[in-house]
């Protein structure tokens, strides 16, 4: 029963990612690079975080300031690093440019890999300890705590790796264009959906899930129009096609 439990868990944090890796990402090469260059990225913002929350002397805080304030260094360390990886990939993306003499790199697909790598590498880092107490032989060991914890914990970790899918997007975008509004609202939303998981210390995992999945929706909405898309060509994609064939 532990097992069906992890894949269960592990499916719904990292189903639609896998589809994304296998469908759109791994035919090719230099989004793959993206993918795992855009992870190191994360893990180096990480590292940053931890470093200067021993610096500033966050433990000898009470706990519920630590929280807090971890929060903030948290996502303003990720935000950092997403704009060095902007500089990076900008600068391979010109590289790339000037071997092949054409624009045959998709630009949007990049920051769209970019947020796949994100997203992967900050949900395997907040679910890990739990699906690793999943494989068996007992669950998770929660002191009168509620059965929907392993739910709650996968349903949350899919919301933020869909999140910085969207991120990365409208953040590049905002770069490219200097949309100041756009980065903010990356900036803040972040902020806002990472703070909104800190009720779920009080066991309201309700008003954790459904705020956040709201700004998914948000979120991708304004995704969406930054990557070029349209009403149009999201009706025409939902529309059959007709394959004609010659004989």
Same mark, same amino acid.
């Given at each position: *029963?532990? %097992? &069906?439990?992890? =894949?269960?868990?592990?499916?719904?944090?990292?189903?639609?990612?896998?589809? *994304?890796?296998?469908?759109? @990402?791994?035919?090719?090469?230099?989004?793959?690079?993206?993918?795992? !260059?855009? !992870?190191?990225?994360?893990?180096?913002?990480?590292?940053?975080?931890?470093?200067?929350?021993?610096?500033?002397?966050?433990?000898?805080?009470?706990?519920?300031?630590? %929280?807090?304030?971890?929060?903030?260094?948290?996502?303003? &360390?990720?935000?950092?690093?997403?704009? %060095?990886?902007? &500089?990076?990939?900008?600068?391979?993306?010109?590289?790339?440019?000037?071997?092949?003499?054409?624009?045959?790199?998709?630009?949007?697909?990049?920051?769209?890999?970019? !947020?796949?790598?994100?997203?992967?590498?900050?949900?395997?880092?907040?679910?890990?300890?739990?699906?690793?107490?999943?494989?068996?032989?007992?669950?998770?060991?929660?002191?009168?705590?509620?059965?929907?914890?392993?739910?709650?914990?996968?349903?949350?970790?899919? &919301?933020?790796?869909?999140?910085?899918?969207?991120?990365?997007?409208? =953040?590049?975008?905002?770069?490219?264009?200097?949309? =100041?509004?756009?980065?903010?609202?990356?900036?803040?939303?972040?902020?806002?959906?990472?703070?909104?998981?800190?009720?779920?210390?009080? !066991?309201?995992? *309700?008003?954790? @899930?459904?705020?956040?999945? @709201? @700004?998914?929706?948000?979120?991708?909405?304004?995704?969406?129009?930054?990557?070029?898309?349209?009403?149009?060509?999201?009706?025409?994609?939902?529309?059959?096609?007709?394959?004609?064939?010659?004989?």
């Amino acid at each position: *029963m532990t %097992l &069906c439990t992890f =894949f269960g868990c592990a499916f719904i944090a990292f189903g639609p990612a896998i589809s *994304m890796l296998t469908l759109t @990402i791994a035919q090719d090469p230099v989004l793959v690079i993206v993918v795992f !260059g855009s !992870g190191f990225f994360w893990l180096l913002s990480s590292l940053l975080s931890s470093v200067l929350w021993l610096l500033i002397g966050l433990t000898l805080m009470p706990h519920s300031v630590q %929280l807090v304030l971890s929060v903030v260094l948290s996502v303003l &360390c990720q935000e950092g690093f997403r704009y %060095l990886l902007y &500089c990076a990939m900008s600068v391979f993306n010109n590289g790339l440019n000037a071997m092949f003499d054409s624009n045959a790199i998709n630009w949007k697909m990049m920051s769209y890999a970019a !947020g796949v790598g994100f997203g992967v590498m900050s949900g395997v880092f907040s679910i890990i300890n739990v699906l690793a107490d999943l494989v068996g032989p007992a669950t998770v060991g929660l002191k009168a705590g509620s059965d929907n914890f392993l739910l709650v914990s996968a349903s949350l970790a899919l &919301c933020f790796v869909l999140l910085h899918v969207f991120w990365s997007v409208i =953040f590049f975008n905002g770069v490219d264009q200097v949309n =100041f509004a756009k980065i903010a609202w990356v900036v803040v939303t972040h902020l806002l959906a990472s703070s909104l998981t800190l009720l779920n210390t009080s !066991g309201h995992y *309700m008003a954790a @899930i459904l705020p956040n999945f @709201i @700004i998914v929706l948000l979120t991708a909405c304004i995704a969406f129009r930054a990557a070029g898309g349209t009403l149009y060509s999201l009706k025409s994609s939902f529309s059959p096609r007709h394959v004609v064939t010659h004989l």
